[in-house]
Structure formats: structure tokens, C-alpha cells
């Protein structure tokens, strides 16, 4: 060294020529590696000051040593070999921390003049930068890599205005029907069903153009299972750039909406068939929204209403629903539409005919639900019912005056045959009495039926009164048991029970409990006792039957509460009776502000309950 500063340049010189390098310069001597020169770029590097110089390097970097270095600066000194690091990574202690750097690097022998090598030069530049930026590139490249081979999506990249496929993934070799084996060929060789289709002109358009091209429900066709097939897409081609702005490839995502398409249709095609069907109905068949806005009326419709089809629906059935219950029928519809429960009401209609007159119609709404149970659409129906609301006000007047009339002559029919029965005791001819007594009981029967049906006619007509008044419903429940224990072959049990003064129609109470055991001990032919159950819960009474007769099916637990409703089945005919008294009962305690229901298991028996309030409010 001493004999290259003679002959070469000054010490000075040297020293100067390391301050002042661009880059960062060191130079250390002797088999221990003594740090001769360090400029500040590399002390910089190191993270060390210039209290390192005149020291051995590894005393100055002694995190250096396991990594290896030792081993390359003893090759470089005793061999006189050049050594060259490439983005080499150091790990070195900088500001109390020790972090991963990268570093490009030269470690040159240093000869004197007798070209022993006296020490080794070291040149070096941090890449750390250039390197993490690299890997988080490299690591992208491999992410966007994996995310299109995972994706759902069929999605392809196209290089070059070749068109070359560069990567595919599963499920867009699955759309075009090909394997792995296309990847890298040119997509018209890959596909030469493309020709005379517009796909490979548009993406050699791209790359003139740089704009992209989206598509929604495109045709394709592709062989597929060895066979030409339609399919139907939503793709997008977009244009893939360099940092120099340069268009080098195109990437492709698409969706395979053929299931789709070919279902909507078939949806349109069937909704075209079901219009028709509809417009050739008599009713009046529409379609609402979930939030039951009508979406379609039939033709029937505006026939008959004289509507034009640009006018608004619901405005229009609006204008012709009996103004003073278009409150409560909205309420009730739109109740509907937020359960999703049937929609059923009869409501007036003014008659086109004569606007001052109005008809009755009923009107059904069932809901159309979706895959995850959400309303969709509403389906209903306007059926005319006026000759039927007619022909039910004459039946309910013919039954009404038929009732009554039929009364009076029963009433006198009673008081013979009760005559006829004394008379006949008192002159001993017991067998005879017997047979008025009979006559007397059947009387009695035909006088509740005659009862129901004025009972019916009075609801239907709204003229059923209750007239309240306060009783002790214990007192009434054991009266009611004495009445009916005294002509059943039933044991009728009761629990104990401490109810006290109830706010009600005793009268009407009576004839609800009178009717529920009779049914009990009716339709239990094979039983030998019925349970009567009593309870309350604060402000409720709860009054129950329990029979272990025929039962009643599921589906059909409801309807027997509905008019002349009666259980069918092979023991039909066992089981008399007008269907009427379920009924009238249920609408007594509808009146009363309760509720009636059944809870039955099909052969092993019901339990008819009802709740009414202990006092009205």
C-alpha cells in the first residue's frame, strides 16, 4: 500500500479520493482486517461513526462475522480473489436495532510492489429499497397469481396482440371446455370455434384502442363435451399497462349466466302462457310487489271497470271500494304483506252499471316467496260473490222467519205431549208415558237446532246481543255439569277451582260450556269420562273439555269453528247434528273478548278451550 501511494497517488490524495467517492469506500489492511479508510458513506451504511477506524473490522461489525464474511475476506486476502455480492443481505446493528439490509458489493485485493497483497478494498451500494420493492412485487405477482387460480370466476389473461394465452384458470377452461394444455397457445388455435365470432376482433381492438368492453348476457359458442354449444356470459376485457403506459396484455373475467337466461326464458315464456290464461279468467286476476303495489291487472279487469291501462291500479281500486271500509282493508292488507299471510276479505265494489250501487266481491292474495323466504310477488284474485252475498241474505231471512215460525207451533207441540205424558202416568199406563216422555226429548232437540239456526242468523245479520252482567263463574260451571251429567252415560270430572264474580252474558257462557261438553261426550262414543279443567291467570279464566273420543286431523282443527262445518269421515252418519255449534260458540266469545281453539290428536281425543277476560273493559 505504502509502495501504491509512492508511485500512484498522495496519501492526501487518498484520503480525499474516499471522502469525496459517490459511493461508499473502505479500505482495511492486514490479515486482522484493520480498518485503514471508511468515508462517511459507509460508516453511514455500517450505522457506525468514525470512531471504528484503526480498528479490526470484525471488532467494528462483530454481527457480521457469523454471516459469513470472515470466510470471504480471508478468500479474498490469501487468494487474492475479487469477491462480487448481489443484493447480499446483511443483517447489521443500526440505531439499537438490528435489521435486514441489502447490499451490491466488491472486496478487491490490495498488492504492494512486491504484489504481496497487503490488504482489501470494499466497494458497496444498499439496494435495500430496489430488493423489498422487488419481493413485495414478486409477492404480488404470486398473490394476483393465486387469486385468479382460487377465484369462482372465470378469469384468463391474453398477452400480446397475439393474443396468447398466458394463465386460465379452472373455471374459465371449464366455460370454454378445454384443459391446462391451451395455456400458452393463441386463443384462436385454442378455440377455433371463435372464428366468425366477434371476441379475438374486440380484443385486438383493445390493444390499438386501450379502451375496455364489457359485455352483459353475450352469446357465445363454444364446443363444449365434444359438442357446439350455446352459452350466455357477462364479461369484461380490460387492458393490463406498464409503468411506460404500454398496453402488454389483457385480462378477461367473465360469468356464466346460461342457467340464467335460459330460466328467465322460460319464466317469460311461462308468465306469457299464464297471462294469457288469465286474461282468459272471469275473475279479475292481478299481480302487486312485496310491498303490494300492483304490477298487473287482467284484461278482465278493464273490461269490466272501464279502467285504462295507464292508470295507477291501487289508485284505481282506490276510487271504487265502498269509501267508509277502505281503511280497514288497507289495514288488513297491509298486514299481509308484512307477515306474508294469506290476504282474504270481502269488500263492495261500485257497479260500473250504476256507480250509485255497489257489488260484492272477494278478494285472495297468496304470497310468492324466494329461495331464502323472502316475499317476492302477491297473486290474487277479485271474484264477484254478489248473486252469492244475495242468495245468502235470502237463505239467512228464509232461515230467520222459518225459525220463528216453526217456534211457536213446537211450543204448543211441547205442552201436549207433556200433556199427554201426565195423563197417561196418572191412568198407569206407564209404557205409553214413556213413549211421550221421548217425544218430549226429541222436541227438545228440535227446539236447540231451531235455536241455532236464529242464533246464526242473528250474527250474520250483527243482531246477537250480550247482555252483561256480574255471576259467579264457579257457581255457573257446576250447574252447567249437574244440566249435562243428568243425560250422559259420561262421568263428567271437574277440577277444583276458586274463579269468583265474572263480568259476561252468563246466559250465552252457558250455552259455550253446555255446547263443548255435549261435543265432548258426542264425539267419544267408546270413552267413559270427559275432563273439565278450570283456571285463571291474572286477569284471564281459561275454561277447557278434554274428550278421549275420535279426534280431529291437524289440517282440519281449524274449520271446525267455521258455519255448518262437521267432522266427516266413515262414522259421519253417528254423529248428528247441523255443524252450527262451534260457531255460534266461537262468535260468542269473539263478542265477549276472548278466544276459542282446539288442540286434538287424531284417535286419541281433543280438548276445546276457551279464554275470556274476567272483567270487560
Not at 448481489?86 to 466488491?106: A, C, D, T
Not at 273439565?532 to 279464566?541: F, K, N, P
Request: net charge negative.
Amino acid at each position: 500500500m505504502e509502495n501504491f501511494n509512492n508511485n500512484n497517488i498522495s496519501h492526501e490524495s487518498l484520503l480525499t479520493l474516499f471522502s469525496k467517492a459517490p459511493v461508499a469506500m473502505a479500505l482495511v489492511t492486514g490479515d486482522d482486517f484493520i480498518i485503514s479508510n471508511a468515508n462517511p458513506k459507509i460508516l453511514e451504511l455500517w450505522g457506525r461513526d468514525n470512531s471504528v477506524l484503526g480498528k479490526p473490522l470484525f471488532d467494528a461489525l462483530p454481527e457480521i462475522e457469523s454471516q459469513g464474511f470472515r470466510e470471504i475476506f480471508n478468500n479474498v486476502y490469501n487468494k487474492g480473489e475479487i469477491f462480487n455480492g448481489n443484493k447480499w443481505s446483511v443483517f447489521l446493528y443500526k440505531q439499537g436495532n438490528y435489521e435486514e439490509h441489502f447490499f451490491n458489493f466488491i472486496y478487491a485485493p490490495v498488492f504492494n510492489d512486491d504484489k504481496k497483497i497487503t490488504g482489501v478494498t470494499i466497494v458497496a451500494t444498499e439496494v435495500t429499497d430496489q430488493v423489498i420493492s422487488e419481493q413485495k412485487l414478486k409477492e404480488s405477482e404470486y398473490r394476483f397469481e393465486d387469486l385468479i387460480k382460487q377465484s369462482d370466476y372465470s378469469i384468463a389473461i391474453y398477452r400480446s396482440e397475439d393474443l396468447f394465452i398466458e394463465l386460465a384458470n379452472e373455471p374459465m377452461l371449464k366455460s370454454w371446455g378445454k384443459d391446462s394444455s391451451v395455456i400458452g397457445k393463441k386463443l384462436e388455435d385454442a378455440l377455433p370455434e371463435l372464428e366468425g365470432q366477434p371476441f379475438v376482433g374486440i380484443l385486438k381492438d383493445i390493444f390499438k384502442t386501450g379502451i375496455p368492453y364489457m359485455a352483459t348476457e353475450d352469446e357465445a359458442n363454444l364446443v363444449v363435451d365434444g359438442k357446439l354449444q350455446t352459452f350466455y356470459f357477462n364479461f369484461s376485457y380490460k387492458p393490463l399497462k406498464n409503468s411506460a403506459g404500454e398496453i402488454y396484455a389483457i385480462y378477461n373475467t367473465a360469468v356464466n349466466v346460461t342457467d340464467l337466461v335460459m330460466a328467465r326464458k322460460a319464466i317469460q315464456e311461462n308468465e306469457k302462457k299464464y297471462r294469457d290464461l288469465a286474461d282468459s279468467m272471469p275473475q279479475f286476476v292481478w299481480t302487486s310487489d312485496k310491498d303490494g303495489r300492483i304490477t298487473y291487472m287482467n284484461d278482465n279487469w278493464y273490461k269490466y271497470m272501464g279502467f285504462s291501462k295507464d292508470e295507477n291500479a291501487n289508485e284505481a281500486i282506490r276510487k271504487i271500494i265502498r269509501p267508509e271500509v277502505y281503511p280497514s282493508i288497507i289495514e288488513i292488507w297491509q298486514q299481509s304483506t308484512k307477515t306474508g299471510k294469506p290476504f282474504e276479505v270481502e269488500y263492495e265494489f261500485a257497479d260500473p252499471q250504476n256507480p250509485d250501487k255497489y257489488r260484492w266481491f272477494l278478494g285472495r292474495a297468496v304470497a310468492n316467496f324466494n329461495e331464502i323466504g323472502e316475499i317476492s310477488q302477491w297473486i290474487g284474485t277479485f271474484t264477484d260473490i254478489d248473486d252469492f252475498k244475495q242468495l245468502q241474505t235470502q237463505k239467512d231471512n228464509f232461515l230467520g222467519i222459518a225459525s220463528h215460525e216453526l217456534k211457536t207451533p213446537l211450543t204448543s207441540l211441547k205442552l201436549y205431549t207433556q200433556f199427554i205424558e201426565l195423563n197417561l202416568s196418572k191412568q198407569g199406563d206407564i209404557r205409553n208415558a214413556e213413549v211421550a216422555k221421548r217425544m218430549n226429548s226429541q222436541i227438545d232437540k228440535l227446539t236447540e237446532l231451531i235455536n241455532d239456526l236464529l242464533d246464526v242468523t242473528k250474527i250474520q245479520n250483527g243482531k246477537i246481543q250480550l247482555n252483561d252482567s256480574d255471576f259467579d263463574f264457579d257457581k255457573l260451571v257446576e250447574e252447567v255439569i249437574i244440566e249435562q251429567q243428568m243425560t250422559a252415560r259420561h262421568k263428567i270430572l271437574s277440577n277444583e277451582h276458586h274463579i269468583g264474580i265474572v263480568t259476561a252474558d252468563r246466559h250465552r257462557i252457558s250455552q259455550v260450556m253446555s255446547n263443548l261438553i255435549s261435543n265432548a261426550i258426542k264425539y267419544s262414543p267408546d270413552a267413559d269420562e270427559i275432563l273439565v279443567s278450570v283456571t285463571s291467570e291474572e286477569d284471564t279464566i281459561k275454561f277447557s273439555v278434554k274428550d278421549f273420543g275420535i279426534g280431529i286431523p291437524t289440517d282440519k282443527q281449524q274449520k271446525v269453528f267455521e258455519q255448518y262445518y262437521r267432522v266427516s269421515g266413515t262414522k259421519e252418519h253417528t254423529f248428528p247434528g247441523l255443524g252450527l255449534g262451534l260457531y255460534i260458540s266461537s262468535e260468542i266469545i269473539k263478542r265477549t273478548g276472548g278466544k276459542i281453539y282446539v288442540n286434538s290428536v287424531e284417535g286419541k281425543g281433543s280438548d276445546f278451550c276457551f279464554e275470556i277476560p274476567k272483567l270487560k273493559v
